[in-house]
């Protein structure tokens, strides 16, 4: 491995974002169409890009959550850069604009020994799942639309299944463009939520939370509803929820990919078993 002294890495612009987006699906992981505006407004300094002079060829989102927990996401080497070493300079550096947090990531299967080198631990496989959108709705008269329901109550309910706090992440991701965003309603209390949106491929459901397997299928058909009949669905499961497997064998979805959930620190305390889908596999 050669040292290139013209190699440097800094934070990306929102335009960068754009293009680490653009470079997530060509890696196959089918982001959404408007992923790039929620990432930035997760976190407008927890992305990083490397250069080789001007050119871009590393990337890695380093994504801050309140004051105890970070994401790493996005840990991307373009392939004919692969092996130089940029890969692991970028690392070290998300790592460092995370230390003292617990960190999570959502690992390929040719990178978690890898991880496991840097400390982080296996916490469950998250598994990829295609089925066909369209359908019938069930459930409608306790599903209403987010923007209906006061904000603060989707924020604490959120909190239950996410280690700390989002809220401008969560406003931007249930308002944007191509997404639809419902909540379940039950005794007058949230008792899940859900947002679909427009992805390179077909459509995506992300999160999908809910306090029981009957509410969750309530809240997957009706967003399923939403999209475009007989049009890729794709919904990621953590598998040690075994009513979501149930939940994607019901609705006959395949596994199409898979990432195992690690985290170096403590792992966060949550509500496993109202987690039916993840929000993203690059922002968690």
Sequence with gaps: MTERSDYSIRRMTRQEIGTAVDWAAEEGWNPGL???DCFHTADPEGFLIGLLGNEPVAAISAVRYGS???FLGFYIVRPEYRGMGFGLKIWKAGLEQLKGRTIGLDGVVAQQENYRKSGFILACRNIRVEGLGGGKKTGQERIKPLIELPFETLLAY???CFPEKRKT???CWINQRESAS???IQNNRLCGYGVIRTCRSGSKIG???ADRADLAEDL???LKASAPEGSPLFLDIPEVNPEAMKLAQRHHMKIVFET???YAGKSPELLLSNIYGITTFELG
């Design 158 to 160: 959120d909190r239950l």
């Design 169 to 171: 992440f969560l406003e």
């Design 207 to 209: 999160p999908l939370f």
């Design 182 to 184: 419902l909540g379940i």
């Design 260 to 262: 195992s959930r690690m």
């Design 220 to 222: 997957f058909c009706a």
């Design 68 to 70: 105890s927990f970070g």
């Design 34 to 36: 408007h992923d790039a």
